[in-house]
């Protein structure tokens, strides 16, 4: 397998975090309700429920999803996400009640596609995320409706229909988490066979070279119709349900250890089909095809693990009390610091970390942040590794972010490079296109150096900023340096307040690619 994380990697965690996320509560015409608990519910219980008794996606967003709109993976390189493709349907059983619709369509013909990008055609897909990344322990659910043949148009694209929990992207580390249910009704994925199957899994890291960073069960056989999805989470174990009954767990590593963002995706896989890599997953059809997936609601339960036979009861309790949308969990974790581990932190390679109190190695979460175990911060040496909070090791402060590491962006694309070190870098810059990088940390306030590796035929122009240009730290000119992929560094100082902040990256003119840039404390 190679393309099931991906599915959310290089797509849904480079386009989270949009710039004006907000969190709001209330649609017109809508009873949202952030801190109200229904009758026969606990007033400690924080959970997230969702009707999706929605007329438009106005009315989505105001309660905290965000619909995408760019292109990108998961998929093809040059596949679009359209907010076209979300609607709210009537129920047609209980017309008081709506499910949110996801749609995607395309007409790629699979002998034009090289490279991951199709020559002639296109795919319009569909995602809705949360915009809070707050989602771990607890009980996971949904109910949905999976199709196993097209609306429209003939069969056979390897389609996948999910329902999945992930953090942001950082690929072959921590700190990272990944739970999916992503049913493919036509099959596919190196196994060659076209039994509709689902895949319930677990990823730790994104790194393909050990299997053992992951956990996934096939089941085979049709899941076409409605179907309530369970996933209890807990530290070190998950577990999978369908309609009640157990599917498959894991503990260990591969369980997740990182809060994530809750999502719904439909899309489109040109993966191999077979172990072979004879045939892939898109149709040798030019013809319009079109899927579906529905979504009645959606329940989230911290720190409980709900019976999955109770999560509907839980449900039809909230309907009852006339509750379409409620949001009242709390975003900061229920760990506490002990006195020593404040007074510690761990500089990570330049990156200042907490020490973690419920973890000796590896990474966690506590307090709404990353923090890193004493054991692993101690395989650093002096600068790095474990030092007393306020020490002048925070001047070691240097960070290497990669160009395709955004979390959103407007107007760009990948490509593999031929720079020193390989991997991809960002293209495709037009005037007015952007990329933002979320949650980056400034140890102390002072002036940064701050380095990007870039390319451009005949010269341009980039300029940084802070939290969506609320901050505008400056412009940076990119010579002429021959060619698109003949790279050079160019840097500039700026005076940076202590703090995480959002980093952005804007073109004021086209003509230039990036690969990374590097951010050094002097």
Known sequence: MNDFPITHGLSTIRSLLLKKWHCCAGAAGLLAITFFAPQGMAQTQQILFDDFNYSNNTQLSNNGWRVRTWAG????????????????????????????????GTNINGNNIANNNSTTGSVSQAEVARVEQIYKNGTWAARM????????????????????????????????????????????????????????GTYRIVDWSDESNHG??????????????????????IAFYIDGAYQTSFSGAVAPDYPMYLMFQLWFSNDCFDAACNTRGYLKNSNYREYYEDVDWVYFEKDNLVPPSEVPQKVASLRASGINY???INNNSSSSSSSSAAAQQCNWWGTLYTICTHINSGWGWQNNADCVGIQTCATLSPPYGVMTAGSSSSAAFSRLIQAEAYTAMSGVQLDTTTDTGG?????????????????????????????????????????????????????????????????????????????????????PASGWNINWLRITKL
């Open 423 to 507: 991997g991809q870098y960002v293209g495709w810059i037009e005037t007015g296109d952007w990329m933002s990088y979320a949650n980056i940390n400034f140890p102390t306030s002072g002036t940064y150096k701050v380095e990007y590796r870039v390319a451009s035929p005949s010269g341009a122009s980039l300029s940084l900023d802070l939290n969506a240009g609320a901050t505008q730290l400056g412009q940076v000119a990119i010579p002429a340096t021959g060619g698109w992929q003949n790279w050079t560094t160019v840097s500039h100082t700026v005076s940076i307040a202590a703090g995480t902040h959002s980093l952005g990256i804007y073109a």
């Open 326 to 328: 409620v949001q009242n």
């Open 73 to 104: 993976g998961p998929g093809l390189a040059n596949g679009s996400w359209s907010a076209n493709n979300i609607s709210f349907v009537t129920d047609p059983a209980l017309p008081s009640n709506k499910f949110m619709r996801l749609k995607a």
């Open 216 to 237: 996934v069960t096939r089941t085979q056989g049709s899941l076409q119709g409605w179907h309530t999805l369970v996933m209890q989470v807990t530290d070190g174990h």
């Open 145 to 200: 409706y999976f199709n196993d043949a097209p609306s429209t148009g003939p069969d056979g694209d390897t389609v996948i229909q999910t329902f999945f929990g992930l953090t942001d992207y950082i690929e072959g580390a921590e700190p990272y988490s990944e739970i999916d249910f992503e049913y493919l009704p036509n099959g596919g994925w190196w196994t060659g066979s076209a039994t509709p199957s689902m895949w319930s």
